[in-house]
């Protein structure tokens, strides 16, 4: 058999060295959670998209918020745009893949309603495009993003940029930034 325990060790050391290089995130985080919790007290929802793992954690994240995260307490509203298969593949098929998110946005999201968009890259064309259409329906844009926050970066209101290069690191941060965000605002609106 063998022996991984070099590699591992080397692996979770890069990953806790990202989550440290992310401390100074916490301005952005404070003001995602504000933004979040504003919504939500005005009577509007989450929206959160993504592809791959991205997806994924824009469903957990939803998950968080509808089910709960640590406390009982009555459901959050927030809905993940990548969780309708039969939407996904009608737009990718009879539009394009690059508008799987704005044309959702186009007709769900509201005023006031705060919309999430993730990419490791910072450069996902949905994404990107979902994020254009959220602010032109008047949502609050956070970025959680990756690398230098790409071309993303420039259409959202507020950008959490992870800085590393690797997707994987990338990812892990995202999950726990979101898990504190889902956390503190939990904490803010059962108080």
């Known amino acids: ?3 991984f325990s070099e590699q591992i060790t080397q692996i979770l050391n890069q990953s806790v060295d990202t989550i440290k290089k992310s401390i100074p995130l916490s301005s952005e ?4 959670v504000d933004l979040i919790v504003n919504s939500i007290k005005n009577g509007n929802k989450l929206i959160i998209f993504g592809n791959g793992g991205s997806a994924a954690d ?5 998950a968080e ?10 459901s959050f ?7 309708d298969s039969s939407i996904l593949t009608s737009l990718g098929n009879d539009y394009s893949y690059d508008v799987v998110f704005s044309r959702q946005c186009e007709s769900l999201v509201v005023k006031g309603d705060v919309v999430i968009g993730i990419s490791t890259s910072g450069n996902s064309k949905n994404v990107e495009l979902g994020m254009i259409t959220a602010k032109k329906r008047g949502a609050k844009t956070i970025g959680l993003l990756g690398s230098n926050g790409g071309s993303i970066k420039n259409h959202v209101d507020l950008s959490i940029v992870v800085d590393s290069h690797s997707t994987p690191r990338i990812q892990e941060v995202h999950r726990v930034l979101y898990h504190i965000i889902c956390e503190l605002v939990e904490k803010e609106l059962v108080k």
């Open 58 to 62: 824009a469903q957990h994240i939803a």
């Open 29 to 32: 985080i404070n003001s995602t």
């Open 77 to 83: 509203p927030a809905i993940a745009l990548t969780t």
């Open 1 to 3: 058999m063998t022996d």
């Open 65 to 74: 918020f509808i089910g709960r995260f640590k406390l009982e307490r009555e």
